[in-house]
Nanobody, 113 residues
Framework: QVQLVESGGGSVQAGGSLRLTCTAS????????LAWYRQAPGKQRELVAR???????DYPDSVKGRFTISRDNPKNTVYLQMDNLKLEDTATYFC???????WGQGTQVTVSS
């Protein structure tokens, strides 16, 4: 049984930083592309970062230069470093294995002014 468990969310002022962590069980991360998505109230889920099995990363323009995705395969963990947070980054953030459609339960990030 696959489980993805996110942590590290919380409340932060605009301009601040947070680091999200996702640790998996029941799946070996090494073989898979991984991603972080987010969903704000009343909005569709959107991709915020992706990292391939070969460590190639990809970001939408909305977070490029502010967010950094990384992975630690021996720890079966993926991270999302979020810097210079903006009010519009407020959302629930999900760890995802896209090719398997595995999703974590999400962690809330709230950015205030």
């Amino acid at each position: 049984q696959v489980q993805l468990v996110e942590s590290g969310g919380g409340s932060v002022q605009a301009g601040g930083s947070l680091r999200l962590t996702c640790t998996a069980s029941g799946i070996i991360f090494t073989f898979y592309d991984l991603a972080w998505y987010r969903q704000a109230p009343g909005k569709q889920r959107e991709l915020v970062a992706r990292i391939s099995a070969g460590h190639t990363t990809d970001y939408p323009d909305s977070v490029k230069g502010r967010f950094t995705i990384s992975r630690d395969n021996p720890k079966n963990t993926v991270y999302l470093q979020m810097d210079n947070l903006k009010l519009e980054d407020t959302a629930t953030y999900f760890c995802v294995v896209p090719t398997r459609n595995y999703w974590g339960q999400g962690t809330q990030v709230t950015v205030s002014s």
